[in-house]
Structures are given as structure tokens and as C-alpha cells.
């Protein structure tokens, strides 16, 4: 639903970028059900009876890990789809740039800390998730300004913007 929503609400920037951020959040989604999956089949092993219990603490340590690498991956398609719609909100008219700004801030914190563990072992990158307060900022923004804006408000900028960047 927000994958279509995001689409819906940036398509009059750029309707073939608004759809792959719609895929690539999509994309997110399932990455993290299928790591969530290993997680599920982990607790279901540990609870088997009869299975040696140091050969089930190995399995269940492996499936932890994979769910674990996983999620790493679903966040950097994340990342990727937070930037490319900070792209798009600092392209558009009715949505304030600073947003836009603080999405892809958001979007490299995410990309950077799921990295961290494989190459950048030595250096702690938890504070780059403060970056994530720009995507609470967009939820209030689109609550309490957001769904103000109608369609045709959004049509409207967007023509006069296109006619504007014509004309100079």
C-alpha cells in the first residue's frame, strides 16, 4: 500500500522514477519477508525434540545469520528507494526541498550502517540512523499538510513548472 501511495503521490514528478521507487520498495518487502522466513524456521528447529542439540544450535546459529544478512540487504534496497524518492521530492514543487534532502540523508544512513558490518568493521555508524528522523518528518508532513493537496493542485505546479523551465 505505501509503494503504490508513494507512485500515486510522486508520479507527477517523474512517472518512470516514481515506479521504481514504487518496485524497489516492493522489492524491500519481500527481501524482508524472506528473511523473516528464517527466522520462523529457526524457532521452529530449536523446539524439535530429538534432533542433537549441538547440531541444532549450529542450524539455528546459521538460519539467525542468513535472516541477519538478509535484512541487510532489504535495507539497502531501502536506502535506495529512500534516495530515489529524496530525488524526487526535492524535484517536485508542492513537497519542501529540505525534506527531500533529509529522505536521501536517510536513505545513504541506511545503505551505509547495513554495510557496516562487512566494511566497516572498526568504525561505529549507529549515529547515522539520527538521519532517520527525516523520514518522521515526512510522515508529518504528509499528515498534516500532505493530504491537503489535490491532484489537480499537484497537475497545476506541475504545468506551471514544466511552462516555467520552457520559458527560461
Known amino acids: 500500500v505505501l509503494a503504490w501511495a508513494c507512485y500515486i503521490f510522486l508520479r507527477p514528478v517523474n512517472p518512470l522514477l516514481s515506479l ?11 527481501l524482508a519477508i524472506v528473511a523473516l522466513f528464517n527466522f520462523l524456521y529457526a524457532f521452529h528447529l530449536a523446539n524439535l525434540p530429538g534432533i542433537e542439540e549441538a547440531y541444532k544450535q549450529q542450524q539455528v546459529l546459521q538460519l539467525v545469520n542468513a535472516r541477519r544478512f538478509g535484512m541487510h540487504l532489504a535495507y539497502v534496497v531501502f536506502g535506495a ?39 566497516f568493521r572498526d568504525y561505529d555508524l549507529s549515529w547515522m540512523m539520527l538521519f532517520g528522523t527525516g523520514e518522521l518528518f515526512f510522515g508529518i508532513w504528509l499528515l498534516v499538510k500532505g493530504r491537503k493537496i489535490k491532484e489537480s493542485e499537484i497537475m497545476e505546479l506541475k504545468n506551471r513548472n514544466d511552462t516555467y523551465s520552457l520559458i527560461h
Open 20 to 30: 521504481l521507487g514504487a518496485w524497489l520498495r516492493l522489492v524491500y518487502a519481500g
Open 81 to 119: 528507494y529512500l534516495i530515489l524518492g529524496g530525488i524526487l521530492i526535492c524535484n517536485s514543487s508542492y513537497i519542501p526541498k529540505i525534506l527531500g534532502v533529509l529522505i536521501m540523508l536517510a536513505g545513504l544512513a541506511w545503505i551505509l550502517t547495513s554495510f557496516q558490518p562487512y566494511f
